[in-house]
């Protein structure tokens, strides 16, 4: 008997990648076969097809931003045929990070798309434990959003309190305009978006948010918690510089092994507090709940999905132009 294959996006290293045919996974005791339907591509894709992600390891499916329909699921049989995303983190619940209660920074992180295949390919396994099912009023675009929008989630927890403070967002990407609406929610006194491409400004707009076009517009008053979601190292200095004395720096963006000149006492002489955050562990309940309530959307951010095949697109450097997410749907459905 022939083993049955599928296609994925195999990257096989640094700007080595193409849609292969492999032999289609078969899950671990615990674990569920899903089918892609829908898988975006973010940042962090890009550096991976790039070859420019910090400790990349190759060769590797991505996709970790997914909807998908459950084939497969012998400890949850109830999930068979189920629209469902998932948390693509595992922590292993036994290293000194697991035993502190900061499963982010587990030191044995097993990860889809990254420690194991991801969701660029007809099918990807992934513990069945992690799966939640897609509510009805959500598009299967909408369902690639809710891991961007679990890390957004973490950066507002790993800021100071929000309600009754101005706070300013540096970055109108997908992650700048979720961490934006969730500063909202959570009662921000003003929430700017500092944003130079025009068509991103103008999605900011549609979710009803303040744009501004260059730090320097903060100037005559200040944020007092700044969330960095750039991934550009020379605004982390520029940043520091336009948040108000005594305030916060969330750092969300993912800026690889570049670096900028920075002064250290820019953050000494104003008594500034930096938050790094890296990923979004444990916080997809929440995510459906603020979107599923109608106080975070997700429509606008996205584009009209394309097919797997379409994938080179996103390395096409259309600098502000860009939509803010590219989605692929694998044909399954
Ligand atoms: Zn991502
Ligand atoms: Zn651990």
Known sequence: MTE????????????EHALEQVPRPVPAAGEALVATTHVAVCGTDLRLLRGTLHDA???VIPGHEWTGRVVEAPSRPELVGARVVGDGITPCGACPRCAEQKPN??????????????AFADFFCI?????????????????????????????????????????????????????AQLAVVAGAKSVRV??????????????????????RDWDEDQ???????????????QGLRATRPGGSY???????????????????????????????????????????????????????????????????????NAPLRSVFTSGAE
């Open 223 to 237: 944020p007092e918690i700044v969330f960095d979601a750039t991934g550009v190292a020379d605004v982390f200095p």
């Open 57 to 59: 390891e190759y060769p």
């Open 250 to 320: 969330v750092l969300v963006g993912y800026s690889g092994e570049d670096a900028t000149n920075y002064e250290p006492s820019t953050a000494m002489l104003r008594e500034l507090s930096v938050h790094g955050v890296l990923s979004g562990y444990g916080q997809l309940d929440r995510a459906l709940e603020v979107v599923t309530s109608g106080a975070v959307r997700l429509g606008p951010l996205l584009s009209e999905p394309l097919p797997f095949q379409e994938y080179a697109s996103v390395l096409d450097d259309r600098g502000e």
């Open 4 to 15: 049955p294959l599928m296609q994925a996006l195999v990257v096989r290293g640094p700007q």
């Open 105 to 118: 920074l587990c030191e044995n992180l097993d990860e889809v798309a990254f420690t194991r295949p991801g």
């Open 127 to 179: 513990p069945a434990a992690n799966l939640r099912v897609l509510p009805e009023e959500l598009s299967g675009a909408e369902g690639c959003l809710l891991e961007p929008l679990c890390v957004a989630l973490h950066a507002v927890e790993r800021a100071p309190a929000i309600e009754g403070r101005a706070v300013g967002v540096i970055g109108g990407g997908t992650i700048g305009l979720l961490v």
């Open 194 to 215: 500092v944003e130079p491409g025009e068509p991103r400004r103008a999605v900011a707009a549609e979710l009803g948010l303040s744009t501004d076009t260059a730090l």
